[in-house]
Structures are given as structure tokens and as C-alpha cells.
């Protein structure tokens, strides 16, 4: 059966108008080894099919069919090495679509699809420029028709504009999968925490936890793990986790599990095999302060940069205290001194992609949050060992703490609050 999202698409879309989507391609890795395939989110949202090179033609006011699906055909020999494909009788069969060709069809197909269709959505620069190429040349080509009755679309739409609104909110279907991607990573984040210990590798905290996502039915990781123990936690996007943990030390992890096509995305910072030394917890305190009263901020009708700008407040006052930041805190905030140590959003929408689709602004404004909308919040302190004129204690200490946040109809729901955060809960599994 065809997914109801893709009724809403169509309701959504103008009249007279062809939406073309391109599911993703096969991503080679080196040579002729490639990567093991994740389908287009937009594709997958629509159609809920996962065989690469597939193309979607949703056509609602066509008398033949207003679904099309161009997909790879069976082929027993291809199949043999790299695995079975529903076929054009399966994409009609179990996908629900009302015709379904071979791929190799599509630009023969593309003119009868088409129509004389005023709009055509598609996603000109999405990825795909093959097929960019053969849909600006047939619109170049019905153009050429203009006496033969054939007029070519007067406008090309991003389907982003309905696809990715409706991604923002998320149905009771879709928050239970983000839940169980939440709690598989949780689950994982809590046992990181009993296991890492002085002398271990990184990696092998990594592997722990992506050895969790699997054998919970994850996919795997959402995006590439951040592992970095001490020094490497101050470093944002630290991803080769090969250093070797050490004593006294903090250890940064930002992992999180991808479930049925949707992410969670988890930050935790604990102490390696022992307890946070005083530094430590001051700069951890102030973390959480931050990230718990920005939480308490979430319900309808806030906006992500109203708690975007708590956040640079609360950790600006609290540096100022530290002696990490010197002056007033409003001027520190007018002049952005704060971003030396915090020099990233708060927070992101978070769905099938990990920075997950849907407008941040509306009319030029920042856009409130409305229930089923999925964010995070994370602010996070990182203090560079060679930073100036401040306290030597706080060198190379690397601080975040980031939640997976559900908008209800009267506030909040904490996803992944069954990953330990406060001190005590944390001590409790890294004490050796
Ligand atoms: N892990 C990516 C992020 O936190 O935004
Ligand atoms: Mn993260
Ligand atoms: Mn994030």
C-alpha cells in the first residue's frame, strides 16, 4: 500500500503539477567496493522503499497512474551478488505503486509522464546531476513542441517546500521509532560510561557502543561517533578516536543510533574510571545548568533562538564567574567573547537526518516550535589548552551534554533521558 504520507504529499501539491523524486545512488567507497546503501530520507519518507537508483513519479492528476515507480529490474545474476530486488511486479505488488518500470525506462517515459503538467517539483541540484541533465534537456525538448500541443512546465519547485514541513512533525508512528533509536543509544551511552577506563583506546569505547546500536537493531551509528578523551573533546568534530585514554581525564562521547531511517543523537561527558575532579565539575555544572534550563524552555511557541540565546546568557554569567571571561556579561554577550568557548547552536531539528530538515525561520523571524517537532539541546563548554589569560585548571577541558527533546502539546518530552547525566548517576558507573 502506498504510505500516507504520500496522499498528504499529493494533497499538498498545486494542481496540474508532477513531482519527480530520485531515490539515492550506490556511494562507492574505493575501487569497486561501495558503501553498505542508505536510501534518500525524502524518497524513503514517501515511498518506503530501499533499493538504490530508484526513481518516484507522482503524478495526481494522471489517468494512468498517479504513482510511478522506476525501479532496478529483477535480474537473477545481478541478484546473486548484491541481493534480491522486488522488481517492477514487487514495486507495484508490495509498494502499492500504479505502474512501475525499469529504470533504464525513465527518460523514454518522461515525456508521457510529464504531461502537459504546469509545475514540476523536483529537486534541480539534489544530488543526482544525471538526472538533472535529462530533465532540463526534455524540458528543453518539449519546448521544441509547442505546435504538436506540448507545452513544457512553466515552473520547477523544490518538493522540499511540502516534503521537508512535513518531515518537521513527526506522527505517533515516527516518535516511536525516534524513541527506540533513543533508547538504544541511551542504553549504549550508560554502559560506555561502566567500561571506559585508563589505558583503553578510544576506539575501543567506540566500538562498544557501536556494537550496542547493532545487536539492538540499529542500523548502526547515525553519523560518524565522537570519541575523545581529554584534550580531543575541545576538538568539535573529533572523529579518528585512536588516543589512548588517560587517568583524570574526561571523555566526550557524541553517538547515536540510526533505527528504521531515524536518528537519535546523544552527548554524554563522564570522567574515565573515576570521579570529575573539582574543575571538572565546575565546568560540568555549569553545562548541565544550561542544558536544563534551556529543556524547561521547550513547549509551542518558543523559538530555538530565544533558548539559543538563554544558553550563551547562562554560560556567559557562569564564565564570568569562573574567571574564564572577564567584563560585564551583557557587553561579553554583545560582543560575542563567550564564543571562544562556545561556539556552536544550541540545538537542531532531528528526524531521518541527524540535522534534520524543516525551516528554522518563517517571514524572516525565528520560527516557534510547535508539538511533534524534535530537536536538540546541547550546549557544550570547550576550552582549548592553549587559551589565553585564563585559570590553568580549566586547560583542555571539553564539556557537552545533549538531549533528544519531543515539543508536547503543553511542553516536553526528554527522549533519551534514560542516558545518565547528573554527577551522581554518572559517578556511580565510572567509580572504580
Ligand atoms: N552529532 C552531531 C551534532 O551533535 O549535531
Ligand atoms: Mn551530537
Ligand atoms: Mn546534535
Redesign the pocket.
Known sequence: MPRPQLAEFMRRMEPNSVAILPGAREATRSNDTEYRYRQDSDFYYLTGFNEPESIAVIAPAREEGRYTLFVRPRDPEKETWTGRRSGVEGAKEKYGADEAFAVEEFPAKLLDLMGNARNLYYRIGGGNPDLDDTIVRQIARMRMMIRRGITAPQAIIDPGAILHEMRLFKTEDEIALMQRAADIASEAHAEAMKFARPGMKEYEVEALIEYLFRKNGAAGP??SS?VGGGVNATILHYINNDATLRDGELLLI???AEYETYAS?I?RTFPVGGRFTAPQREIYELVLDAQEQCTEMVKPGVTLEAMHLRSVEILTEGMVRLGLLEGDPAKLIEEEKYKKFYM?RLG?YLGMD??DVGGYHKDGQPRAVEAGMVM?V?PGLYISEDAEDIPDKYRGIGV?I?DDVLVTPDGYRVLTSKAPKQIEEIEALTAR
Open positions: 547515525a553519523y565522537i557524541d553517538a547515536g543523537d552527548t556552536h537542531h541527524v540535522h536538540t546541547e557537552r545533549e
